[in-house]
């Protein structure tokens, strides 16, 4: 039968846990004697305090003023919006070779877009073993009894190699208190359900133990796999020190330069907001172009509509065919993003100075 490795970690601090994510994720890149590697499943206990920014946040956007100095802010490998890691959340990631890598035998091949719909479940199988009324509806929580009990998200890297992960809200709420967040509001995104923790719909003290092995035995179930243990070895626990160093925001620095950035306003999008900054060169053409937001999409196809834009014609349409080619039709999801014309709109109003374009773009896939 196929394996599924399973790391835990009994107290593991915010930094940790985002760098055993990005250490999993860069191992799934590398075949291990020519084959790819086994998933590999990390149930993490949180334990300390941050704020992991998602991978394309901007946080003089999406943080306040107010949040302490005292909290460490952190940059995930996946997108979505901005939670907070405390003590008594449990932070579950499955990394894999590719989107198909974790799916049982005979199952097919799915895209980047159903990353969230199949992994999610065994987390939900694993909740509602528990007693736990566990759902996933579609956007970037899950549900308990119809409350809000922690955020998913992904991340597919150009070369294929796949990370889920969800931050569940076992003792403490992953929702950012309402004065961190710097937003004006929810943008596009309907009003989150009132937040709730594992312990509290229990009614008390919850058993760690139980709730792993519920986890864990979802997912052996729905993989049809054979869970084995797995722990870090020396070499590994030295490169995870220095991929610390890689999760820990670093205040922007690559968008300060010789050339003005021009930024557009922030657009509301279905899961939040969105924010486009340019460079423009001879009055004419974007030089370079960075997209922020909530948004959850491949890396990949986020570097290419940056470097691909780089030297288009301040235009429109030219901006709306780069964004169509990468994003249109089922190529790459943007999750958050129905209409593809956001992106144009944002990126031609921070070139312009003004409004945005007219035209029209098919839905995002």
């Given amino acids: 039968m196929r394996a599924l490795d399973v790391l835990r970690s009994d107290a593991i601090s915010p930094v940790r846990d985002?760098?055993?994510?990005?250490?999993?994720?860069?191992?799934?890149?590398?075949?291990?004697?020519?084959?790819?590697?086994?998933?590999?499943?990390?149930?993490?206990?949180i334990a300390g305090s941050a704020i992991a920014l998602g991978r394309f946040q901007r946080r003089r956007a999406a943080l306040a003023a107010a949040v302490p100095g005292t909290v460490p802010v952190l940059v995930r490998s996946t997108g979505g919006r901005a939670v907070r890691m405390a003590t008594g959340q449990l932070s579950v990631s499955l990394a894999m070779s590719d989107p198909s890598s974790g799916l049982p035998p005979g199952s097919g091949a799915i895209g980047a877009e159903k990353v969230i719909n199949r992994y999610v479940r065994g987390v939900l199988g694993g909740l509602q073993k528990c007693g736990l009324r566990a759902y996933y509806f579609g956007r970037d929580f899950l549900s308990v009894d119809r409350k809000h009990g922690g955020y998913v998200s992904f991340e597919v890297a150009p070369g294929g190699a796949t990370l889920f992960n969800a931050l569940i809200s076992?003792?403490?709420?992953?929702?950012?208190?309402?004065?961190?967040?710097?937003?004006?509001g929810d943008g596009g995104n309907r009003p989150d359900p009132e937040t709730t923790t594992l312990a509290t719909e229990r009614g008390g003290a919850v058993d760690r133990g139980e709730i792993e092995a519920a986890i864990i035995g979802s997912y052996a179930r729905l993989q049809e796999v054979e869970p084995r243990d797995r722990t870090l070895s020396p070499l590994e626990a030295t490169l995870l020190?220095?991929?610390?160093?890689?999760?820990?925001?670093?205040?922007?620095?690559?968008?300060?330069?010789?050339?003005?950035?021009?930024?557009?306003?922030?657009?509301?999008?279905?899961?939040?907001?969105?924010?486009?900054?340019?460079?423009?060169?001879?009055?004419r053409f974007l030089g370079a172009v960075r997209l922020f937001g909530d948004f959850m999409a491949p890396s990949g196809a986020i570097d290419s509509l940056e470097r691909d834009l780089r030297l288009v014609p301040i235009d429109w349409r030219e901006v709306g065919l780069v964004a169509d080619r990468i994003f249109g039709?089922?190529?790459?999801?943007?999750?958050?993003?129905?209409?593809?014309?956001?992106?144009?709109?944002?990126?031609?109003?921070?070139?312009?100075?003004?409004?945005?374009?007219?035209?029209?773009?098919?839905?995002?896939?």
């Avoid at 076992?170 to 004006?184: F, H, I, K, R, S």
């Fill in 18 to 45: 985002l760098a055993i994510q990005r250490h999993l994720l860069a191992q799934m890149e590398r075949p291990r004697e020519g084959a790819p590697r086994p998933p590999t499943l990390h149930l993490g206990w």
């Fill in 170 to 184: 076992v003792e403490a709420t992953t929702v950012l208190p309402a004065d961190w967040n710097g937003y004006p």
């Fill in 241 to 283: 020190g220095e991929r610390e160093s890689a999760v820990v925001w670093d205040g922007e620095a690559e968008l300060f330069g010789e050339a003005e950035w021009r930024d557009s306003t922030l657009t509301p999008i279905a899961c939040g907001w969105l924010q486009a900054s340019v460079q423009v060169v001879q009055d």
């Fill in 329 to 365: 039709g089922q190529r790459n999801p943007i999750v958050g993003v129905r209409q593809l014309r956001v992106i144009p709109d944002a990126i031609l109003e921070a070139a312009r100075g003004g409004a945005p374009g007219d035209g029209e773009l098919p839905p995002a896939g």
